[in-house]
């Protein structure tokens, strides 16, 4: 390495807690060039964080660096005493968050935001540091910069606040830059321009760069090198493209398997962790020392299969259309007729507006977009947890009431199933996990008998690879990838033939959506579901979907097949999305034949 | 790490959030004991006291207006003196905790049940349910504690044949009290349904085709405990203090009847002849419990609202 600016060398830092002491990442090596961008890849929990905190002297107070050194240009920082790391961050290193809406005081106008970080690291008085400023805006992309630089931050939009704080962490013009997943808020177009502007930034300033996502994609396309974290240890280090293109280690390849790519679509992911071993090995020791040998009699993956199967062979499909028909479908917020003489009439937002999709049983429709764009209130409207302003939709043939016309007891309620983005949410955290699922079980009068609920329920549990002995824990006990397995558990308990799921893999780790996009395809192929797909990433529906409907601004840009789509999209949005869509084709000829079987790492 | 040989206890200590905190905090520890003590004393009154101070024929004139034990005057069977009537105030203060407690923890258990119900009705409904449970509690808040209490007590004198006011005196305290502290329950109970309404768990209720009621009662009520259980205590603590203060003002306990309130009554009319204990001791026995009872509170406070630790 020529000229190296960070050494990390076997760091290793734990945290005093409640259950003793806690070591977050242990034996960390990594060095940083100037002029460069290296990326550390790991999922929740691997240390990545912790790592950037570490160099950054911000570890909380529980936490300490127990063994290694940190080195910034040839000077160790681990003992620095609190005055030295004052002087040192902000004009020597400097740190840029996930969330732009936080990171700026929003009652500060970001001029004086700036002009006072400017001001603390140098002598210079008001006038010049406020040129200095708008210098800076103007660099990270800011047009008229001299008159935005009195704006507040909410005037900016997420893309530009980041803008902002990219230019306030560079006022001191800094030597190494953290950059904790300095995208993963917003949306796909706005991450692309952001991760130009840092490309940009580092080759002209020589700055060293470290990148923390969890994004292998916006890995592939900024840093030069890369460390894939696990458990807080180092799986693999070295150039992106070596590392991520033809890994060496049995996590990398499993990890880039579960990537779900855009070029081609996969009959399934192969190769892919399993969860429920990868969490025994995790540091969660509570997990793992419940004993699991608890059986209920007679419960199995083949009861709970049998069962679905049951009340699809008694539906009568007399309609040979398709399942679900929207027809110029509009939902309008905040609108009112006014009151008297039309007194405080308003016009309202159109979340959707004249949207008409067509759904054919036993497929799946992908509906993607940008935030914003409609898709979850079009999720609201098929359930009647919105009332629709225009518009009719029809399943199974008869047309479904809209919103607060649709009796608590219509049969649509059981029929269609809607599985939530945030597991942590969608389950009451009061009730046990035997509890949840046998609400539906209970509330369609599936079953009554106790004995044959909770058969029901523990079979059921199976049939999503989950253990029994789940029945007797709460929520709060498991990760996001086993709460999701329960939310599709209890959805499947109402014996749906509509499941929509509502970004359900954004809010879990990548190999972890790789696991559950399976179980949603190997339930969709045993069951003949029908799924509505929402997603704001493209590669995910691009693996899951049959046909893709794009959503912006509410109204429906493009609805076609699959194959169609991603290889000749015709609206011009929707070829911006793809072409804005972080993709890993630089790797692609590497990896095609390394992706071979995989032993699931122990 | 955490050890596999933990037994039951030492695991749930550490696990469980609430247990933990309390733990570590002694002040939560030692007021928690005070007021377990004073819930004892009171439910033990029969036994603990030397003298029952309802039984007039125990009770000798001649005895009255005796000073604590050890000063010069004392009498041994009295440790902190008599009242007026001879009455011991050991005894006193013990049969008057009771009362003190029962009418306490009666009207918050009224209270929490009107201001739950109507708060999470207000919450979940929303439109003009909500505006009108809410307009009648600001209306509520609009009048003094103490003015509803003497409303509700005249109202009851009135239209309750003559004598049966003592003996419903408990219910005529309970429903007074309990009038003035149910906006609090409601408030909390609205603000947190509010919250969780737009939780997925209970959309998916929703969705499910559950009756609100029942939602209500399952999913959200379990979900609130938290914040209403802080009220609770808190509020049992003005509760107290409102009987005391209504016995004070001669509208609640008759004054033969001994609760914390009517022996400090009692007390200030022989403050200035040097009869300091009367007043003294039953004082001392409310301050005590209101601050343990109020800690208390706090400490649960801190424990469920997050922005405060």
Not at chain 1, 13 to 37: K, Q, Y
Not at chain 1, 106 to 116: M, N, S
Not at chain 2, 1 to 29: C, G, K, Y
Request: proline letters at 5%.
């Amino acid at each position: 390495m020529v000229d190296t600016l960070l050494e990390v060398q076997g760091l290793t830092v734990s945290f005093a807690t409640r259950f003793g002491e806690f070591t977050a990442v242990e034996g960390i090596d990594l060095s940083v060039a100037a002029g460069s961008i290296h990326g550390l890849v790991g999922e929740s929990g691997a240390g990545k964080s912790t790592i950037g905190a570490a160099i950054m002297g911000l570890l909380p107070a529980s936490g300490r660096i127990a063994a290694g050194s940190v080195t910034l240009a040839g000077e160790p920082l681990q003992h620095l005493d609190d005055t030295a790391w004052h002087r040192l961050r902000g004009s020597r290193l400097a740190m840029i968050f996930q969330d732009p809406q936080t990171s700026l005081n929003p009652l500060i106008r970001i001029g004086d935001q700036l002009v006072e970080t400017i001001r603390q690291h140098a002598d210079i008085d008001e006038t010049e540091a406020r040129s200095q400023a708008i210098a800076l805006l103007d660099e990270t992309g800011i047009h008229d910069a001299d008159t935005r630089i009195d704006d507040y931050p909410h005037q900016f939009s997420g893309g530009m606040r980041q803008r902002v704080v990219i230019a306030l962490a560079l006022c001191t013009d800094p030597e190494l830059i953290i950059a904790d997943e300095p995208t993963t808020a917003l949306d796909v177009a706005v991450q692309q321009q952001i991760l130009d502007l840092l490309k940009r930034l580092v080759a002209e300033r020589q700055i060293g760069v470290i990148l923390i996502t969890h994004d292998i994609g916006v890995i592939v396309e900024t840093s030069d090198r890369v460390t894939v974290l696990r458990h807080g240890r180092v799986v693999e280090s070295g150039p992106t493209r070596r590392v991520l293109g033809s890994p060496a280690a049995d996590y990398t390849r499993a990890l880039m398997a579960a990537v779900p790519r855009m070029e081609t679509r996969l009959p399934r992911f192969r190769g892919i962790l399993d969860d429920v071993s990868a969490d025994l090995a995790g540091p969660d020791v509570r997990q793992a020392s419940v004993a699991d040998g608890f059986r209920v009699q007679g419960a199995s993956a083949e009861y709970a299969s049998s069962w679905l199967l049951r009340a699809r062979d008694g539906a009568s499909t007399a309609h040979e259309g398709p399942l679900l028909e929207i027809d110029g479908l509009s939902v309008t917020f905040g609108a009112s007729g006014g009151g008297w003489f039309g007194i405080g009439r308003r016009e309202g937002v159109h979340a959707l507006q004249d949207v008409t999709v067509s759904l054919a049983a036993g497929t799946t429709l992908g509906v993607v977009g940008e935030s914003g764009s409609g898709k979850s209130t079009l999720a609201k409207a098929i359930t009647g947890l919105v009332d629709p302003s225009a518009g009719t939709m029809r399943f199974d043939g008869a047309a479904l009431p809209p919103g607060g016309t649709r009796r608590r007891d219509h049969a649509s309620r059981r029929r269609i199933q809607l599985i939530f983005q945030d597991p942590f949410a969608s389950l009451d955290s009061r009730f046990t996990v035997e509890r949840i699922l046998a609400e539906p079980v209970r509330h369609y009068g599936h079953a009554t008998d106790k004995g044959e609920v909770r058969r029901l329920v523990a079979s059921m549990l199976q049939l999503v690879e989950m253990p029994q002995s789940a029945l007797r824990k709460y929520p709060h006990q498991f990760s996001g990838g086993q709460r999701q397995r329960v939310a599709v558990a209890r959805a499947l308990l109402a014996r749906p033939e509509l499941l929509i799921a509502d970004e359900p893999t954004s809010a879990l780790d990548v190999s972890v959506q790789a696991q559950i996009l399976n179980l949603l395809r190997d339930l969709q192929d045993s069951f003949g579901l029908t799924m509505l797909f929402i997603s704001h990433d493209l590669a995910v529906v691009r693996q899951i979907a049959d046909t893709v409907a794009v959503l912006k601004g509410g109204e429906l840009v493009e609805f076609a097949p699959n194959e169609r789509f991603f290889s000749a999209a015709e609206a011009p949005y929707s070829r911006y999305l793809l072409s804005e869509t972080p993709s890993l084709a630089g790797l692609e000829e590497v990896a095609a034949d390394s992706l071979g079987v995989v032993q699931p790492a122990r | 790490m955490l050890s596999d040989t933990w037994s039951r206890w030492q695991r749930f200590r550490v696990d469980n959030e609430l247990v933990h905190l309390f733990l570590h905090s002694p002040v939560a520890i030692a007021s928690a004991l005070v007021a377990t003590l004073a819930v004892m004393a009171a439910l033990l009154a029969p036994v603990l006291a030397p003298f029952d101070p309802y039984d007039i024929g125990g009770i000798d004139l001649l005895d009255s207006l005796l000073p604590p034990a050890w000063t010069d005057d004392g009498d041994v069977r009295f440790p902190i003196g008599t009242d007026d009537q001879g009455r011991d105030l050991y005894s006193a203060i013990l049969y008057g905790l009771r009362l003190s407690l029962l009418v306490g923890v009666l009207s918050v258990s009224f209270a929490a049940l009107l201001g739950v119900t109507l708060g999470l009705i207000a919450g979940w409904f929303g439109g003009w349910v909500d505006a009108l449970v809410m307009r009648i509690a600001d209306v509520q808040l609009a009048l003094p504690a103490i003015l509803t209490a003497l409303l509700v007590d005249g109202i009851a004198r009135g239209l309750l044949p003559d004598g049966s006011h003592d003996r419903l005196m408990l219910v005529v305290l309970t429903v007074a009290i309990g009038l003035s502290l149910w906006v609090d329950f409601a408030r909390t109970a609205r603000a947190s349904t509010l919250v969780e309404k737009r939780k997925e768990y209970v959309q998916a209720a929703i969705i499910m085709g559950m009756h609100p009621l029942k939602i209500l009662a399952r999913h959200v009520l379990p979900n609130i405990l938290g914040p209403l259980l802080v009220i609770l205590t808190i509020d049992l603590a003005v509760a107290i203090l409102l009987e005391a203060t209504l016995s004070f003002l001669g509208v609640g306990v008759p004054p033969n009847q001994p609760s914390l309130g009517t022996l400090i009554e009692i007390g200030t009319g022989y403050l200035f002849s040097g009869e300091w204990w009367i007043v003294l001791f039953p004082a001392l026995a409310l301050v005590t419990l209101i601050v343990s009872v109020n800690v208390l509170g706090d400490f649960l406070r801190d424990v469920f609202d997050p922005r405060l630790r």
